[in-house]
């Protein structure tokens, strides 16, 4: 093998082990740069007699031009090389599966408060709102607390910093009572002198969801939970149209024929008598015990005078109906708290 084979062998071994581009122009350098080794042979060529240039010439010639072809073929293996990797890199896995937009879901609470409104809709009860942010007259006066009830007190109730026109502070409603006055008194002012006109006033039925305040929070409290008001005024309508709307309310909600309902005497302000509704399922998970789910009483007459109706025509009853309650028991949840956390593991069961 003469000088020339050998650097010819030298330069492939150089370029088939550069790694990188830069490595190989790296490794071109030394043989065809400047100061490279077949270069350098070309400089040496001066100094020869003019027959012997002109055979070296031709033969280093031919040997430049095998090492510019392992170049040629060196720069264009590393280029494939280097799309290979940049297209692995980039790869996209079809079989992947898509990413979808995940759907909501209505709040069990919200789930509960709407089947109750279309039961109670089936028995010709309006559905009515009212504010969250009550005067102290119609969260506590009209409905015939005392000046210095503890409900009024600020361990109860949250006041908002603002006074109404009397001067007292508003607050977030305790309980949805209020409605019962908001609604009864509108009821009353739309029928106005229609009495005299020989047609009975209609009989007052509504209910009014919605959220509720009061300065309470464990296990089975929240500070902020959700009521279902009640009123049936008419002009002999009895406790005994109470139980029947009430069991009728128990079987469409929950399902089922096995259940009682109790009164349980109890007090409230605004009812007299007044009475705690506790149900009792005969079978499930809950069977056999006895379960508060609302407060109720018949409408004190003081309240119905509030109202702005006669007492001795409008009677009836009034109810407030724990909401989520009702929602934890048909659902199986055992803490109030997980209703109100907002926790998307427990809210995507609802859907
Ligand atoms: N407002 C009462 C409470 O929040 C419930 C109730 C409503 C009782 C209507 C009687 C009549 O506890």
Redesign the pocket.
């Known amino acids: 093998m003469n000088d020339l084979d050998s650097l010819v062998q030298q330069a492939r071994a150089a370029f088939d082990a550069a790694p990188t581009a830069a490595e190989l122009e790296n490794a071109k350098a030394r043989f065809l740069g400047k100061s490279g080794s077949l270069t350098e042979l070309l400089k040496g060529l001066a100094a020869l007699a003019p027959e012997a240039k002109k055979a070296r010439g031709a033969e280093i010639n031919k040997a430049k031009q095998q090492v510019e072809a392992l170049l040629g073929a060196a720069r264009e293996r590393l280029a494939q090389a280097e799309l290979e990797a940049q297209l692995r890199a980039e790869a996209l896995d079809v079989t992947l599966p898509g990413r979808t937009r995940g759907t909501g879901g209505l709040h069990p609470v919200s789930r509960t408060i709407e089947r109750i409104e279309a039961i109670f809709s089936s028995m010709g009860f309006e559905v009515a709102e009212g504010p969250e942010i009550e005067t102290d007259w119609m969260s506590f006066t009209a409905l015939n607390n005392p000046e210095n009830h503890p409900a009024r007190s600020m361990q109860d109730t949250f006041y908002v910093e603002l006074k109404d026109a009397s001067g007292r502070w508003l607050n977030l409603r305790?309980?949805?009572?209020p409605m019962?006055v908001r609604y009864a008194r509108a009821h009353a002012a739309r029928h106005a002198g229609k009495t005299e006109s020989g047609q009975p006033m209609p009989e007052v039925r509504v209910i009014a969801p919605g959220r509720?305040y009061r300065v309470d929070s464990d296990a089975t409290h929240s500070p902020m939970f959700h009521?279902i008001?009640?009123?049936w005024l008419g002009e002999n309508v009895s406790f005994k149209d109470l139980k029947v709307t009430f069991a009728s309310l128990v079987r469409e909600f929950f399902e089922t024929e096995d259940f009682d309902v109790r009164f349980r005497p109890s007090f409230?302000p605004?009812?007299e008598p007044?009475a705690e509704i506790d149900i009792r399922f005969g079978s499930g998970p809950l069977a056999g015990r006895w379960l508060e789910v609302?407060?109720?009483?018949q409408?004190h007459p003081t309240v119905v005078r509030n109202f702005g109706l006669d007492p001795e025509q409008h009677i009836g009853?009034?109810?407030?109906i724990g909401a989520d309650r009702f929602a934890m028991l048909r659902y199986g949840i055992d803490d109030l708290r997980l209703m109100f956390d907002g926790d998307l593991r427990f809210l995507a069961q609802f859907r």
Request: aromatic content about 18%.
């Open positions: 305790p309980h949805t009572s019962q509720v009521q008001e009640g009123l409230f605004f009812t007044s609302a407060g109720s009483g409408v009853f009034a109810f407030g």
